[in-house]
């Protein structure tokens, strides 16, 4: 009986395995390290479907559209409006004012979650008045399906601590009292493509038309080496030439051969675009 307990215990553990391997070859978050975080993220997946992790690897074969449930539970969607300030100053102060003679400026937030990043961004340039706002073309993607509902909605509640960065005079300049909450304005909401796309794969990469400046915050700190060199070669080749790459401030890629020159500014730093040809990490 013990040792039948045992046995028991060990497939439990290499069907664990199998289902952070599945998930790091499909979108490239690497659980394999963290295998306990990835057993509370999904046991409650697996009691409601009443399934063992062998079950369930084999359901998620069987059954593609499962990826999405899977998705809402492993990926993490902390964010908040005018995150990282000193970012968005410099996108306005250094950048914007290199783009004055363009008819038109694409911008991609990369996993942009719940919508925070991308509307900041449309509001921030707005306010700046460096270009105008009918030149700026802002591509949203994420890969969560159900954060880009929410994206695409354009409502938060009043007590929810994405305004806890917020200036006052931004939320009445820029929202809608409505119900319970705020309504992004419809002109800062049409600037919005939101799509979703998965990093890794080639397809949905392949989906982004070339871009100017990409913001991918916060994201790569949950891949490994070798996902962030595929992601960030991606973003080399979707950049038009002299473009700019921002990433979170707990991430860096100085040292990767990425062709990418490193911007060190007063307050931040951020990457820029050497050349127009293509990465050789592809």
Request: proline share 3%; hydrophobic share 35%; aromatic share 12%.
């Amino acid at each position: 009986m013990k040792m039948e307990f045992i046995k028991e215990i060990q497939d439990q553990d290499l069907f664990l395995i199998e289902l952070g391997q599945m998930i790091y070859n499909f979108c490239g978050l690497n659980y394999l390290d963290n295998l306990s975080s990835l057993t509370s993220k999904v046991s409650k997946r697996l009691s409601v479907l009443n399934m063992s992790y062998r079950e369930y690897t084999e359901f998620l074969k069987r059954n593609p559209q499962e990826w999405d449930h899977l998705v809402e539970l492993i990926t993490n969607n902390e964010t908040y409006f005018f995150r990282e300030e000193s970012q968005l100053n410099e996108l306005c102060h250094a950048i914007l004012p290199g783009y004055r003679n363009r008819t038109s400026i694409r911008i991609w937030s990369a996993a942009c979650s719940t919508g925070e990043e991308p509307y900041s961004l449309a509001m921030t340039i707005a306010e700046s008045g460096i270009v105008p706002l009918e030149s700026v073309h802002i591509i949203a993607t994420d890969i969560n399906k159900k954060v880009l509902q929410i994206a695409r909605r354009g409502w938060y509640h009043k007590n929810s601590l994405c305004f806890r960065r917020t200036p006052r005079e931004m939320l009445d300049k820029y929202f809608i009292p409505q119900d319970e909450g705020y309504q992004i304005k419809s002109f800062i909401k049409e600037k919005i493509d939101f799509r979703h796309a998965n990093l890794i794969n080639d397809e949905d990469m392949a989906a982004i038309e070339k871009v100017d400046i990409i913001f991918c915050r916060n994201v790569l700190i949950y891949f490994d080496s070798i996902t962030t060199g595929r992601v960030v070669a991606k973003f080399y080749n979707c950049l038009n030439p002299g473009g700019y790459l921002f990433l979170g401030h707990a991430e860096t890629i100085t040292g990767m051969n990425t062709k990418f020159e490193t911007i060190n500014a007063r307050a931040t730093f951020y990457y820029r675009k050497r050349g127009i040809e293509n990465s050789p990490f592809l």
